[in-house]
């Protein structure tokens, strides 16, 4: 028997490299949300750590019933020096506009907080803009947001 609610839960899995061009678009449709023009090659590059397995970065995308992707999220190992350990740091999280609010975000962060838990990290981290009431709605049912504020320095390099 299905639990209840779960019904229309995607499954969460790894991105393949034959799913490159539809990882692409949902990338580069993130980027737009925020605002963000990708440097050239910088979709490459975040490609290029997916696919490398010795690199601790990892993409997992969320298939609908249907077979579509539908949602991305990609995480990575963070030092945390205070904790002597590392917190799991979500980078960057995906749904396909006509399906927010449907529990694919939600099933998405519960992926991420699992992996953590099952390598014994404590702490997911993740950032998001005032803007984003949103998302902000779905972030604060896991935790209320933190009062620390982000500092971000362009260094010309």
């Known amino acids: 028997m299905t639990e209840p609610g779960k019904e229309n839960r995607p499954r969460i899995r790894p ?3 034959g799913e490159h ?3 692409l678009e949902m990338f580069e449709a993130y980027a737009a949300f925020y605002r963000v023009t990708l440097p050239e090659g910088a ?16 993409c997992d995308v969320a298939e609908a019933a249907d077979g579509r992707l539908v949602g991305l999220v990609q995480y990575q190992l963070m030092h945390r020096s205070l904790g002597g350990g590392h917190v799991v740091y979500l980078s960057d999280l995906y749904v396909e506009p006509g399906i927010r609010g449907g529990g ?3 099933a998405l962060i519960e992926h991420v907080i699992a992996f953590a838990r099952a390598r014994g990290i404590a702490n997911v981290r993740w950032l998001t803009q005032e ?3 949103p998302a ?4 604060d049912t896991f935790a209320p947001k933190s009062d620390f504020i982000l500092y971000s320095v362009p260094t010309g390099a």
Request: no cysteine; hydrophobic share 45%.
């Open 21 to 23: 061009a539809r990882w």
């Open 136 to 139: 902000r709605t779905l972030y």
């Open 131 to 133: 803007f984003n009431y």
């Open 104 to 106: 694919t975000g939600r």
């Open 43 to 58: 979709a490459g590059t975040v490609w290029g750590w997916i696919a490398d397995a010795g690199e601790p970065f990892w």
């Open 15 to 17: 991105v393949v490299p």
